[in-house]
């Protein structure tokens, strides 16, 4: 498998003399499968426009674009580039887009439809040339042929939001964002009228189950793709329960659960390149994880597994 960054920043895109190393589009990435003509996609931030005049410039043999789009969750710094991305307005594009259910009855279709309105974009979803088809997806194991699978896994995260799994060849590629470390939400003060210690042992077994949950799923993985948009003191001191892991959560639970490379992701807006350097110093060590290769990602770098 190949992966290329297309766009690795959180919350809003921030282009600027302070991200040009690491890039200040959202989140996008690329995923190639080696001797296949497959095309996969995991998420639709402003990054995916450079990505989609690339493959309109280079079309394949077979003359059309076919993608798999796979959304984690339909917050905007995760789809706001889908309006700008070539291929739909091309009429030999096939794609496929997928994403968790995120609100009541409306359907994945119904949320992306939202930005084809006059109120907020020039063109209509109707106009759209391409052949689209939207697939509501849940946690479980999926085929999706050429001996690829799928695993899904539900996150920490305001809104419904899914990690993705795929397994090809031996080899395995995760990703875990937006989300943040499960809590156990019946910690309260003792003095508290409404304190009980049963609700406190449950609570925190239930956190504690979770958080085991999602490293168990990207355990011995190749490469993990890992939410780490704060430090820890930023975490505890004011983002606590805005769906996003500190740098240090992250690399602890790589590290339990035998990740091979760790690229830490969906750098915070704020975050200049001086900045993500310093970090780099700290935790990007050889031997600092143990045996797990520590990264931040950059904008257009490759990653071969």
């Not at 200040?24 to 996969?40: A, H, K, M, Q, Y």
């Not at 259910?101 to 949320?111: F, G, M, N, P």
């Not at 820890?232 to 339990?256: C, F, M, N, Q």
């Amino acid at each position: 498998m190949k992966v290329k960054f297309w766009g690795v920043r959180g919350s809003i895109p921030c282009p600027g003399p302070y991200t040009l190393k690491y890039g200040g589009n959202t989140p996008c990435i690329e995923l190639r499968f080696s001797g296949l003509d497959r095309c996969v996609i995991i998420d639709a931030g402003t990054g995916i426009k450079g990505l989609g005049s690339y493959l309109a410039r280079h079309k394949p043999v077979k003359g059309h674009i076919e993608a798999q789009i796979f959304l984690t969750h339909t917050h905007w710094d995760h789809i706001q580039g889908f309006p700008f991305f070539t291929p739909v307005y091309l009429p030999d594009s096939r794609l496929e887009v997928y994403g968790p259910v995120t609100y009541e009855e409306d359907t994945l279709k119904d949320i992306l439809d939202g930005q084809w309105i006059y109120r907020y974009f020039p063109v209509r979803q109707a106009e759209l040339a391409a052949q689209i088809k939207y697939i509501n997806l849940r946690e479980g194991r999926f085929d999706l042929g050429d001996t690829i699978t799928l695993i899904t896994k539900y996150l920490n995260h305001p809104l419904l939001c899914l990690a993705y799994r795929f397994e090809y060849n031996n080899k395995s590629f995760c990703t875990a964002y937006d989300t943040e470390p499960f809590q156990n939400l019946f910690d309260t003060d003792p003095r508290d009228p409404f304190y009980n210690p049963a609700m406190l042992r449950e609570g925190e077994r239930i956190a504690r189950d979770e958080n085991q949950r999602v490293e168990d799923f990207f355990a011995g993985a190749d490469l993990l793709i890992h939410d780490a948009q704060y430090t820890h003191e930023e975490y505890v001191t004011t983002k606590l329960g805005w769906g996003h892991s500190p740098i240090d959560h992250a690399i602890a639970a790589a590290k339990r659960s035998g990740v091979k490379r760790l690229a830490l992701f969906h750098h915070d807006p704020e975050r200049t390149d001086s900045e993500i350097d310093l970090l780099v110093d700290k935790y990007c060590v050889p031997g600092y994880a143990g045996d797990t290769e520590v990264f931040f990602a950059r904008e257009g770098t490759e990653i071969e597994i």
